[in-house]
């Protein structure tokens, strides 16, 4: 079974400070990750994903995550926030590449970018 | 280039009528998947296809909800005898099976509101 843990339900940053979204995931076997941002009214986008290759994962609009598989996690940052980051962010874990068990989301992180 | 669609966008509809939605993956997607996304969460995977096979439907949520490929293009997501519980954003998202982890890409959803 797969389950993914966001910490946070809620993150403020001003603009042009660091942003750290945090998630921990439990997975049968060695897993897929994503991480989805959702703007209001559109569709979830895909902004990473790790998939056993290198544990640096480098992704849309310079946002990056590190999978840490001693700590189950996966946090997705990025160096300095735009008042356009703001938007709700979902990590996403797939034990079987996406097939029979879907992808299982986490309930969200909401960013809050302060001006 | 174009996305996965979905039909209609909104649906406003009376307890206990039935619904249909329609789903247009990426015209050379062979699988297909449908998600319900509730307010405040992340979506929950209900179904997917391969081509016309459908090889996931023990997460349908009910009898009363249904999803056919019959060609292995478009798809189409019935509620039957809706409830107010039903309300929600149903996703439809598609990828390209094959390699560690197919990447799904999702539309922009169709919000069902049950009055």
């Known amino acids: 079974a797969q389950s993914v843990t966001q910490l946070d339900s809620h993150v403020s940053v001003s603009e042009g400070t660091p942003v750290l979204l945090r998630c921990n995931y439990s997975?049968?076997?060695?897993?897929?990750l994503f991480w989805y941002v959702q703007h209001p009214n559109k569709g979830l986008q895909l902004l990473l994903k790790?998939?056993?290759?290198?544990?640096l994962v480098k992704g849309i609009n310079g946002f990056e995550a590190e999978f840490k598989k001693s700590e189950t996690s996966f946090h997705l940052t990025k160096p300095s926030a735009h008042m356009s980051d703001a938007a709700e962010y979902f990590c996403v874990v797939s034990d079987s590449g996406g097939g029979a068990d879907g992808l299982t989301f986490g309930k969200g992180t909401h960013l809050i970018i302060q001006p | 280039d174009t996305g996965v669609s979905q039909d209609p966008r909104h649906k406003i509809t009376k307890r206990g009528q039935n619904v249909t939605f329609r789903c247009d993956p990426i015209s050379e997607h062979n699988r297909l998947y449908w998600y319900r996304q509730t307010l405040g969460q992340g979506p929950e995977f209900l179904t997917y296809f391969q081509n016309e096979a459908q090889l996931e439907k023990s997460r349908l949520l009910s009898d009363r909800f249904s999803a056919e490929r019959p060609k292995g293009s478009f798809s189409t997501l019935e509620i039957q005898r809706t409830e107010q519980g039903d309300s929600a954003m149903y996703l439809c998202?598609?990828?390209?099976?094959?390699?560690?982890?197919?990447?799904?890409?999702f539309g922009p959803g169709t919000r069902l509101t049950v009055l």
């Open positions: 790790y998939t056993s290759a290198a544990t």
């Open positions: 998202a598609s990828s390209l099976a094959g390699g560690s982890a197919d990447t799904q890409y």
């Open positions: 997975s049968s076997y060695s897993p897929s």
